[in-house]
Structures are given as structure tokens and as C-alpha cells.
């Protein structure tokens, strides 16, 4: 039996809220690239561990073309993108990261297709903080903390630009609390989170 496929398979049933909550996403995707980069995002999106496809399906909603890949079909440990270098303008991956034993194949294939100044968004839990929790999920298997995640990503060959608390649409404010008090904070929020929002770019 593989534990694995029969995960993707059960997150790949349509959720009735899944447009919804990838509009949330989205828009706070959307809304740090706009504060940190003073541009939207557009153009084309491969959206790794895809599940029930709810972001693609929302990036095509506003004229966005969206590449959704996901185990079985696409194994992340192994398997080339179908894309040629330089072509894609921003890569999603929420909640996938922590599923991979060695990113270093994906990450460097996600260097390859982004265009540069492309745009690379993970959101995994942050070890640090819900560590008791991490390994409830059977197919997690590598752990993150916010420095580890960074290191990982500049290793890569990627520049991080933003590492901070996962939050979905909240005011830009929460992401400017001071280190040693924000993490916790954005844990007890109403709306809040234990996971980590990295967003990195392609500088070459």
C-alpha cells in the first residue's frame, strides 16, 4: 500500500471551500508582492502538490495560466518539470515542502524554469513551533524551522526575500512585529499560524 498516493489521492477530492481559501492565498501572495516589489503577480504559475487543484483553479479564474503537478503523476523527488528554462514567473508550494526528503532536485528545477526576478512561495509548518504536531501526518518527513528553510533555499541558488509567520490576509502589520515576540503572537491570533511563509526570487 502506498501511504503516500492514497494521501494524494484523499486531498485531491474538490473541497467546497477551495476556491475560496485559494483566493485568500492568493491575494496575500499577491498583496507582499505588491508591498515588497512594487508589482503584481501574473503571467504563468506551476503550482507543486496541487491537491484538489483549488489554486490553479483560481489563478485561471483571473486570466492567470496555471501548471498544477501532484504525486502520483508527478513525483517532486525526481521528475523534470515539463517547462523550458526561464519561462515561468512564479511557483507555489503550500504545505509540500515537508513531504520531501531531498528538495535539492525540485529546488533546482524550480531555478531552471523561473524567469529572472521569478518568484517562489512555500508555506510548511515551522518545527520550532508545532513540533508536537509534525509527525501526527504520516508523509511528513523532513522538518523546517525558519533559518533551515532559508539556508535550504539560498543553497539552491535562490534568494529569500521574505520569512515570516504564515499568515493569510492579515494587515502588513503582523509581519512587522519584532522576531523575538511575532512568532508567538501569530500562533495566538484569532486566524493564526504555526506555519512558516517563505517567498524567495530568481536574482540570476
Request: hydrophobic share 35%; glycine share 4%; with cysteine.
Amino acid at each position: 500500500m502506498d501511504i503516500k498516493a492514497l494521501y494524494a489521492k484523499n486531498h485531491s477530492v474538490i473541497n467546497e471551500k477551495s476556491l475560496y481559501l485559494n483566493k485568500r492565498l492568493f491575494n496575500t501572495y499577491n498583496r507582499i508582492t505588491k508591498k515588497l516589489l512594487k508589482r503584481e503577480l501574473n503571467g504563468i504559475n506551476i503550482d507543486l502538490g496541487s491537491g484538489d487543484k483549488g489554486f490553479t483553479n483560481y489563478c485561471t479564474s483571473i486570466d492567470i495560466l496555471s501548471h498544477p503537478y501532484d504525486y502520483p503523476e508527478f513525483n517532486l523527488e525526481n521528475d523534470p518539470l515539463p517547462h523550458d528554462d526561464n519561462s515561468i514567473d512564479f511557483i507555489t508550494m503550500n504545505a509540500v515542502i515537508e513531504h520531501i526528503s531531498n528538495p535539492s532536485h525540485i529546488l533546482g528545477e524550480i531555478k531552471r524554469v523561473l524567469k529572472k526576478d521569478g518568484l517562489l512561495f512555500i508555506r510548511t509548518p515551522n518545527w520550532q513551533m508545532d513540533y508536537k504536531n509534525f509527525y501526527n501526518d504520516p508523509t511528513h518527513i523532513k522538518p523546517y524551522t525558519p533559518t533551515s528553510l532559508e539556508t535550504t533555499i539560498k543553497l539552491s541558488g535562490l534568494c529569500p526575500i521574505f520569512t515570516e509567520p504564515g499568515l493569510i490576509e492579515k494587515s502588513w502589520v503582523w509581519w512587522k512585529l519584532p522576531k523575538r515576540i511575532k512568532w508567538k503572537v501569530a500562533s495566538l491570533a484569532r486566524g493564526g499560524t504555526k506555519s512558516i511563509l517563505l517567498i524567495s526570487e530568481k536574482k540570476e
